[in-house]
Structure formats: C-alpha cells, structure tokens
C-alpha cells in the first residue's frame, strides 16, 4: 500500500521542529514549577477577614466609663480614634469636660455600659462601627444624683475598637452649641430683729447706674452727666465701658440708692447709652452702732466656698462674715435651689435634667434691745477721745439675755457688705484702734478691783476669821517679804472691815486676804473665779468669743517664758485677788459674774438668739434661757456683798458716790482700775440696777481712760437711766 503525506516535506520537518520545541518547554517548566514553588501561576489564596466584634465594642466603652469615672484622662485619651486625637489635644479634651462639670456644678460621675448596637449603616456587612449607650450619674453639688445618659461612637480603627468622641460621650443630647447649666433659685435672706421687731439686718436695695456701649449717640454728654452724678471723673468711666467684650453689654459704673437715682431719672432717661439695673443689698439700719452684734456680709471667698459649695453656694454668692451674719449663715440662707438643664445656642431651655427646689429662708430674733443698743454706741462715741477704745455689756440678770453689747471704735457693715476696695480694706485691717474687734467678748483685761467681789465671797466662804478688823496704813508687806505694796489710797483706810473694804476697794484688805487664802488652799481664788465663769468662753450664741485666763499653779507650770517661774506662790495670789497678774476677762464675763451676783447666785449662759423663725411664721425654734451653774454661796454671803456694792455707789464712802450718787434710781456696783504698763490704766464699772430689784446689768470698760469711778461709772449711770426710763423693756 503506498503511503501518502499529507503535507509538503518542508512543511512536516518544520511542524516537527515546533513540536519539539514546545515538547522542551514543557519539561522545563515542570522541572522548574516545584523549585519555584510554582507562586506566579497558581491562583492567589482568598484572604481571612476580620470581623470587629462588638463585644469587644463593648469592652472598650466599659474601659472609656471605667477612666471617666476615675478621673483617668490620660487612659480614656488613649482609647480615643487616631482621628480624633489628631483633632483635640487631650488637655482640650479635659477641657470640654471641666466645662461641663463647672456649669453643671457637677463634682463627679458614676458611669456604665446599658446598651450596645452596630452602626445601622452596616448592618447589611460586617460592623465596622457601633454606638454603645452609657448610664450615667452625675454627682451634683445642689440636688445629689442626677441620672441620664450619654452616647460612645465606636470605629474600628487598624485592628481594635476605639471611641470617635464627640460631646454626646459627656452628655446623650449635647449637641453643637448647647450647653449643659445650672440655673441656680436663690431665696431672700432673711432678716435679724432686735427685741420688739426693730430691724437690724434687712434686705434693701441699691441702683447700679452702666452703661450700654453701642447705644451712645453721644459720648461726651454721657461722661460729663455721669461724672457730675456719681463723682467719678470721666475718664475713669470711659476706662470701665471701654473693654466691653460686647458692644451691647451692660457695663456698671456705680451703685446709688433709689432716691438719687429718682433724683436724676429724667436726665439719665435723655441719654442713650446710660442704663440703670436693680440689685438687692444687704442694709444695717444702726451701722456701727449695732456692728458688733450683727456682723456683716461680703462675697464668698475660695476658702469658704469649699465649705459651702454642697448647699449650692456659687462664686457670685454673698456670705456671713462676722458676728450673728455668720453664725446664722444655714438659716438666713435658706437654702438654694436650682434645675440642672440643657440650653440650645439660643439660651432656651430643651431638656430639664433635674430640679431641686429652694428651701425658704429664715428670720433671726434677739434678745437686743435697739433703743439701749443705739444708746451704749452713742455714750460712747460722745465720750471717749481720740485714739480711746472700749465696751459696754448690758444684761438682764433674771434671765441672761443680752440687752446691750456696743464696742468702740465699729466699722460700718454698710460698707463692709457693699465691699471695700483693697486699699481700703488694708487700711481697715492696719488701724491700730482695730474697728473690726467686737471688744465685748473678744477684747481681753485685767479685772482689777472688780475681782474683788470674787475674792469676797471666797474670804466669807472660807475665813471666817476675817469677820473682823483689819488696818489699812497705805502700804502692806508679806511676813519675811522685802516688796512693799500700796493701797490705792496713799494716806490708808485705818481700821476697816472685810466688807467696808470692798466698798471702798482697800487694796491692803485683799492683800491680807489672800495671805491666808493661799495659806489655806493655793487654788481658792482661782477655783471661785471659775465658778463665776471667768476663764471660759459662755457659750453665748451668735457672737466669737475668747475665753479668758484665769492663772493657777498648772497654768504657770506650762508657761514658765510668760510667768518667769513654774511655781505658782503668795505673791501670785496676792496679785489675783485685786484682778490682777495674769487675769484676763472679757467685759461679757464681768457682766455675767455681777448678774450671779445680783440675781442670788444663778450662772446664765448670755442669750442673744431668742428665737429662729420661718418667713411665713411657722416652724419657730426657740432659744430659752438657760441655767450653767450656780456659785453655791450662802444667801446671807450673797446679800452681803450686794450691800457693800449698793455702798460703792450710794455711799459717801464708795469709790463711785461722786458720779452716781445723785441717782434717784438706787444703784450698785464695783469700780475697777486695771494698771497696763502705760500711763493711763483701763477704768472699769460692772454695776446693776435697781440695787434693791436687778433688772439690768452693765459692764464698761475704757481702755486707758483712767479711773474706773471717774470715767466709767458716768457711762454706766447714763445707761441704766436710759434702760430703765424706757418703755421697751418687758
């Protein structure tokens, strides 16, 4: 059979030569594909993709409320989206929250997880964002816990969740331009009577006079009316509009009282740009006169602030400052209210967080009388000179209250409360006459004579061998003692008894008393001065008080640098018991110890708050007058004493018969003369009246102003007689 070719040889040899070639190609690429690996000419694996779980969403909102609560800025920055670290800095960051918590007045958070969601966009692939719901509870200052909510958004970024902050993480509704804030309700204060109703402390009112930039038409009119009214010169208006932050703000100038502004509203209405606002004031109708006993108020301090911010107090607040202002701060204040709320830009409110409502204010009632309050002041302003300084204490020894207490110099709270510039306010704390000292119970003296009523009743208690006689030559020496002591009265008393001492107040009497007195009991003296109630605060409410020395033998061991021995001997005695050495009272204390005296031996804790009362009436808090102790002396002791003191005063052999002899009102009491290491001593008078039927006492001091008859009996004598000629005393 003969073959045939089905192509021209030429054709074949090359179609054979391609198939070889094609067969070499191949081989080679299998001998090469398992060294190689054969990567270029596989297909490319699928990769594993990540899915972002929103448990761990959850985790990272846990960590971010976890931070929050603790107040770990630097770890809740972290937890925050590149993005958003690359937008705010983390200071700025605190920032946004400090805000929040200032307005708010917000002083910490509780927060956690409630809720957590993909990101709704998503939901048709894996989330990649979320949204988780945050419980929180802020700590308020005014109204306690207040619950709402805020809202996490959550992105995956990289390969962990993160938050991408925005004011929704402090706050659910906190949108752009809105703000969350406290609007704080102030109660009025309340007011501070005086015995029958008189006002001493009152809310009134003042007129501040600004002005509105943007409205002036014509700016040298303005400064010339303002500066002509208020008494500024122009330029130092001009200085306190010219930086207003806005145009149309009102800026105050000065304060004046409703009856100039009266006075001046037709030329204040003829100006534009002039503008005139409202503002409620502190008013002391007796300004210095009662300064002492009501104190003054003044803007709150950082310090005090820290004190009262849980009562709701802001930075703008007024406060007590000194005397019952203070110690009625709680009851006056009443207590503010307020409602946590978010205010769009706008300023109107979109949501109410939490409310509190304020708690009403209450009124003061003292047992003060105004008309011998105004009087005291008066006697001694009229009286003392220049430089001088001093105090008058009245009290009702029947009960203790406190009809009286004027300390002189007083600074004017009028003024105080309005707020003093600091040079002005330096220049008050620099006087050296301290008008800022209550001297009835904070200023401290030596009693002098008027101790001697204590060393009296101690020598009737105890010795009953001074019944008798003593004699009084002018001076007076210690058994083996080289120091010679003298009697006021150079020329000498003669022969005298124990009680007629006390009438003419023979220092050589005392001297011997206290020799045998410490011969006795080295403590005596000092423990009758403590039942009297000297070296005690008395606990009188309202009113700073300092507590007084009475020096005893554990109190000089303590103090060897002031006494210059530890051993308390007779000479330290011999000082005590004419109230001098280391005896320091205030003119409170010797009211109280001569009202003991007068009212036959009670103690009463002086009584100033009579009573606290709600504005409408109700819920009054009583302060009745309270018994602290009794001198537990004989009642035949007592009226001993009180003769000797009738004596002093209505006797032509009393210390104080030349000044109040003539009294048709029977008066008694002890002069006192404190020597202080300078010239002049304090002149002291602690009397009551009437002398057969107490109804008031009174305690004058005058500092360096001489003899206690001569100066300060006078004093006491033009107060009784006012007291008691007066129709307001129950």
């Known amino acids: 059979m003969k073959r045939q070719c089905p192509v021209p040889p030429s054709q074949a040899r090359s179609a054979c030569r391609c198939a070889v070639v094609l067969l070499v190609a191949l081989a080679l690429l299998v001998c090469v594909w398992p060294a190689a690996g054969c990567g270029l000419l596989r297909p490319a694996p699928t990769p594993t993709a990540v899915v972002p779980s929103l448990a761990d969403a959850e985790q990272v909102a846990a960590e971010f409320a976890a931070a929050w609560q603790n107040a770990q800025w630097d770890v809740l920055y972290q937890l925050l989206t590149t993005a958003t670290r690359s937008a705010i800095s983390q200071s700025a960051l605190r920032g946004e929250y400090r805000q929040v918590y200032q307005a708010g007045g917000i002083r910490g958070v509780r927060a956690e997880v409630a809720e957590t969601v993909a990101d709704p966009g998503n939901a048709a692939g894996p989330a990649n964002a979320a949204r988780v719901k945050l419980r929180v509870i802020f700590q308020t200052e005014l109204m306690g816990e207040v619950e709402t909510s805020s809202l996490l958004h959550l992105q995956h970024d990289g390969e962990q969740w993160r938050v991408a902050w925005t004011p929704a993480a402090i706050l659910e509704s906190l949108g752009s331009g809105m703000i969350l804030q406290m609007v704080y309700q102030t109660p009025p204060r309340g007011q501070i009577y005086g015995r029958n109703h008189a006002p001493l402390a009152i809310q009134g009112k003042l007129i501040t006079v600004g002005v509105v930039p943007q409205w002036i038409q014509d700016e040298a009119r303005v400064l010339q009316v303002l500066s002509e009214t208020l008494q500024l010169k122009p330029e130092e208006i001009r200085q306190r509009y010219a930086n207003a932050a806005r145009p149309d703000w009102f800026m105050p100038i000065a304060d004046i009282t409703p009856e100039q502004s009266a006075q ?232 005298i008894g124990l009680l007629d001492g006390l009438t003419q107040s023979c220092d050589v009497v005392y001297y011997e008393v206290a020799q045998v007195l410490y011969g006795q009991d080295p403590a005596l003296l000092s423990d009758y001065a403590r039942r009297f109630g000297l070296g005690q605060r008395t606990g009188i409410q309202g009113l700073d008080e300092a507590a007084g020395l009475v020096p005893d033998a554990e109190w000089k061991a303590a103090h060897p640098e002031l006494a210059g021995s530890r051993l308390w001997t007779a000479e330290d005695a011999i000082n005590l018991v004419i109230g001098q050495g280391y005896l320091l009272v205030t003119p409170l204390q010797a009211a109280n110890l001569m009202a003991a005296v007068a009212n036959g031996g009670i103690l009463y804790r002086p009584r100033l708050v009579c009573e606290i009362v709600s504005v409408h009436g109700e819920d009054t808090v009583a302060y009745p007058p309270e018994e602290i102790g009794r001198l537990g002396a004989s009642a035949e002791h007592l009226d001993q004493i009180r003769h000797a003191l009738q004596q002093v005063a209505m006797s032509p052999y009393g210390t104080a018969y030349p000044y109040l002899g003539s009294s048709r009102i029977p008066l008694a009491g002890k002069t006192g003369t404190a020597e202080t290491g300078r010239d002049e001593p304090h002149a002291w008078f602690v009397g009551y009246a009437p002398a057969d039927d107490p109804q008031i006492v009174v305690a004058v001091i005058v500092e360096h102003g001489g003899e206690g008859g001569e100066i300060a009996a006078p004093l006491f004598r033009r107060i009784v007689e006012s007291y008691l000629s007066s129709a307001t005393q129950p």
Request: proline share 6%; hydrophobic share 45%; charged share 20%.
């Open 264 to 495: 001046f509203q037709a030329l204040y209405a003829s100006l534009p740009g002039v503008a005139r606002q409202e503002k409620l004031i502190r008013v002391y109708p007796m300004a210095e006169a009662a300064f002492p006993i009501t104190g003054y108020v003044g803007q709150v301090t950082a310090e005090e602030l820290d004190k009262w911010r849980s009562a709701g107090y802001t930075a703008e607040d007024i406060i007590g400052k000194a005397g019952v202002e203070l110690w009625a701060e709680a009851y006056l204040s009443g207590r503010r209210g307020g409602r946590l709320v978010l205010l769009d830009a706008a300023g109107q409110t979109v949501a109410v967080l939490g409310e509190e409502p304020p708690k009403v204010s209450q009124s003061i009632n003292l047992t003060l009388d105004a008309p011998l309050q105004q009087a005291a002041y008066e006697v001694l302003s009229e009286t003392l000179e220049a430089g001088q300084a001093g105090a008058i204490v009245a009290l009702d020894p029947r009960n203790g209250d406190l009809l009286a207490m004027a300390s002189f110099p007083a600074a004017d709270p009028n003024a105080l409360s309005r707020g003093l510039t600091p040079d002005e306010w330096q220049s008050l704390l620099q006087r050296a006459d301290v008008p800022l000292l209550n001297r009835g119970t904070q200023g401290l003296y030596p009693l002098a004579s008027v101790f001697k009523v204590v060393s009296t009743l101690a020598a009737l208690e105890h010795l009953e061998l001074f019944s008798g006689w003593f004699y009084c030559g002018g001076s007076w020496s210690a058994p083996q003692s080289p120091i010679v002591r003298n009697c006021w009265l150079r020329a000498g008393h003669g022969r």
